[in-house]
């Protein structure tokens, strides 16, 4: 086998090098344009015509909440070693990473522990990063204006939940489904300890002042 000359040696590095600063830079353009970074899916819901501002009267620009969005890679890789911080993808894939700042979900998890009631996906021992993607998670390419909108969420519970004769039932036709099936995400009502109509509907109900039925006696 014959060697490579220095000088071809010293274009393929090169080479290497251009690739790899091109896409890192495409990578940068990417997450700079995604809701982690730009924080606009909270901004959009709280300034919506029936979000938290219409209660609060507080832009959403002089709240805290922005603090929480990830002002680069650092944010969620940056790992602190004895000798010095390190770039770690185990420290991003950590559901502890993500609850820093998602603290609606931590909160429910705490809640779920507190009555026992653990979410089937974690006593399983899956994380985030099991189901959410890396293009919604660093961006891809286009700015969304929240994560409803089509395109800006890679997840979804088919993916898993797949529904296949003799192995998963038929999904029942209540008014719920009929109404929010090709509107809504699966776990936007599915999920345990959460207040799942009142996401949506806070407003209307907030003005009705209306309580949820009481459930019956056994």
Known sequence: ????????????????????????????????????????????????????????????????????????CGTCHLKQTEQCPIYSVKKASSAKTCLKCHAREKATISIDIMTNCKDVH??????????????????????????????????????????????????PQTESHEIHMDALACNACHVQNTMAGYNCHFGELAKTKSKPKALPQK
Request: proline content about 2%; overall charge neutral; charged content about 20%.
């Open 1 to 72: 086998m014959k060697f490579l000359s220095g000088g071809v040696l010293t274009i393929i590095l090169l080479l290497a090098a251009l690739s790899l600063s091109f896409g890192a830079e495409q990578a940068q353009e990417s997450f700079t344009k995604s809701l982690h970074h730009t924080g606009r899916g909270m901004k959009h819901w709280y300034e919506a015509k029936d979000g938290f501002m219409q209660i609060t009267k507080v832009p959403y620009d002089q709240l805290g909440c922005k603090n929480c969005h990830a002002k680069g």
């Open 122 to 171: 974690r006593s399983s021992y899956l994380t985030c990063v099991d189901c959410h993607t890396h293009q919604e998670i660093h961006g891809n390419g286009t700015e969304h204006k929240s994560m409803r909108e089509t395109g800006a969420m890679g997840a979804s519970c088919t993916d898993c939940h797949i529904e296949k004769p003799g192995e998963f039932p038929s999904i």
